[in-house]
């Protein structure tokens, strides 16, 4: 699968252009109390995106909240994020998680994924910690704790039994201005289990730093690190994305985090390292057990691409050489540690999955990350438009065996156990420009401006939910059609159904490439949490 040098990438959509409806309640006249609001987004006839904010238009802070409401007959909750819930029948309970605090005159929100059949019918009978959710000038029944919030409020439960991991770059300290603290303020440390940091080089044949600077030297001061605590400038000392991770596995322990060496642009190396995987194996034992950071990792993440077959160049050591490095590390990581992997998910007869021993490969490792995602793009100038990352295939679909569910299926039957395929989210989209027609499959002129890539064709998905709205879903995944641009992506919504695919087929869970394309508010990560649950 084509990728830049920032690796994965991809997002949809789901859906109609946003619509706040007139159902939100207006607060009453002596609104100093405390109320929650309805709003709907985007509609798709069989589904609908809400959300209820809570606004405090009281003089005194808040610190928790319960929103109850009622979903009329033949509407079902399939996902909800930045709130707890929990389900009686038709009526819902949702409680704060990181967002319990409410100063005066602000406001928090939740959103949820509603399917429905027939007619769309706004929830009902809310109740706002037991009271009205209109304000009424008065505060709620029960006052608010007088006790000041704890600085950090303690993680959430990530998924139980399930693996929810993300990439987070090194590359996105700078032009992107996205740090490790950035994982703790938007609430994704809490929600996920494992975090690849992305990447390490490989030459030589060896395991070798990817980039110093944002490795092990960048300075952060008080205000920019995790804890609150400026890095030290005395000989020896961690600085750095290493530095950072250390601070924020020290507030959330039951994070674990894998050094993922490869990617797109460092993959060249690994037909070297197969010709003597023992030795490759002990170099990249030794660079991540080094005393400076032993502590930081958790284990290796191998991301070749691809073995015995092309990407940005050509492989050729044989369909054998991936399992014989996958031995070699786990014979000398030993199973203390976490070995995985980043696999094509190309389906097609014989293709990248057909070029590699995954299956006996499979046995050395804890899990694959399986690439779904970057399917089709802009790199395709002239199209035809489709989905970067489909769940399943479609009619008229441009290549036959390039969507999730056939990589899946395929890996299954090499004997990969599904508990260790991961499926493969890209919280980011690609788009072509000069298209006329709204459906895919039509013709494009190249690829469309972007806000990350000067090239065009690749954007997050932070920027295009307000540029590019998703108005359409295809195979599983959304895409959008605005002015002269064609963009697919994944959704709250569209990553919803990708989850209850992955429960379904038994799967270890779901990771994604990679955090920065989130908003500020972890929606997407949200969306992966709450459907694993």
Known sequence: MFKFRWHHAAALTAVSASVVLGLAVVPAAGAGGVSATFSKGSDWGTGYEGKYTITNGSTSARTSWTVEFDLPAGHRLSGLWDGNQTTSGQRVTVKNTWNGTIAPGASVSFGFNVNYSGAFTAPTNCKLDGGSCSATGQPPTDPPPTDPPPTDPPPTDPPSGKINLGYFAQWTVYARNYHVKNI?????????THINYAFGNVQNGQCVMGERDPDIDKFYDAASSVDG???????????????????????????????????????????QAAQNPAAFAE??????????????????DIDW???????????????????????????????????????????????????????????????????????????????????HSPLRSYPGIPTQGFDSDTAIQKLKSKGVPSNKLLLGIGFYGRGWTGVTQSAPGGSATGPAPSSVEPSGGIDDYKALKTRCPANGTVGGTAYAHCGNEWWSYDTPATIGGKMTYSKQQGLGGAFFWELSGDTTNGELITAIRNGLN
């Open 184 to 192: 703790h303020t938007s609430g994704s440390a809490a929600k996920m």
């Open 229 to 271: 605590v400026a890095d030290s400038w005395d000989a020896g000392a961690l600085r750095g994305n290493f530095n950072q991770l250390r601070k924020l596995k020290k507030m959330y322990p039951h994070l674990k985090v894998l050094y993922s060496f490869g990617g797109w642009t460092w993959s060249g190396g690994f037909g």
């Open 283 to 300: 170099s990249c034992y030794k660079f991540v057990e080094d005393p400076r950071w032993a502590d930081v990792f958790d284990g290796i």
């Open 305 to 387: 691409e691809y073995p015995n077959a092309c990407g940005l160049t050509c492989d050729t050591s044989g369909p054998a050489a991936f399992k014989n490095i996958a031995q070699a590390l786990r014979n000398r990581f030993g199973q203390n540690y976490l070995v995985t992997a980043a696999i094509t998910a190309d389906g097609t007869n014989g293709g990248k999955i057909d070029a590699a021993d995954y299956g006996g490969a499979a046995q050395y490792l804890n899990w694959y990350n399986v690439m779904t995602y970057d399917y089709f793009g802009a790199f395709a100038a002239q199209g035809p438009t489709a989905p």
